[in-house]
C-alpha cells in the first residue's frame, strides 16, 4: 500500500512519458484498486495517447463495474491514432471472461465489424473467434459475402473455424469461386475442418 502511495506521488512529478508509463505498469502489477479517481484523471488528461491506453489498463483491470470498462469503450470510440484504439480493442478480449462486461464487450466488437477500417475489423473478427462468441456467426458471414478485403475476410474464415460455424459451409462454398489463391487455401482449409473428407468432396 505504501509502495502504490508513492507511485501515484511519483507520478504527480514527473513530466516524463516513458517514466509515468512504467508508474501506471507497475500500479497494474500491484493491482492498485484503490485511487480510482486519480486514475481516470490520468486517463483523462494525459495528452500522450500511449500513456492513456496504459491508464485505460489499469481501470479496466483493477476496478469493478461498467466504470472501469469506459474509459477502453471512450478510445474505441474518439482516439484518432488507430493503434491506441487497435490496442484498447485487444484489451475488451480478457475482460470479456467476467461476466458482468461480457454482453457489453461483444456487442462493442460486432459493431467493430462494421468499421471503415479494415484493421479494426480483423482485429475485431479475430477477438470474435478467441472468444469463440457464437452468437457472431451471422456477423462474421456478412462480411463474408459483403466484405471487399481479402484479409479481413481471411481472418472472418479462421474466425468461423474457430466457432465451428457449420452454418458457413454453403457461403465458403461460394467463395472458392474467387481469384486469390490464399484466401483459396484457407477457405479450402476451413471447410476441411468443419467437415469430414467425404462430406467434402461430395459437396465440391
Known sequence: NEAIQR???LYSLTDNKETRIKILGLLNKFHDNTHFEET???????????????AAKLLAFNYEGKTALAPLLWVLKNERKLEIRRAALRLLVPL???????????TVLKEALKSEDKKIQMDAAESLGILEEPSATENLLEVLKTGKDKNVRIKVIQALISLKAKKAIPHLLNNLKLESLDEWEFTFNALLQLTSKNELYELL
Not at 481516470?40 to 496504459?54: A, G
Not at 470479456?96 to 461483444?106: D, G, W
Open 40 to 54: 481516470e484523471n490520468y486517463f483523462v488528461s494525459d495528452e500522450d495517447p500511449d500513456v492513456r491506453i496504459e
Open 96 to 106: 470479456a471472461r467476467k461476466k458482468e462486461y461480457e454482453a457489453t464487450i461483444i
Open 7 to 9: 507511485l501515484h506521488y
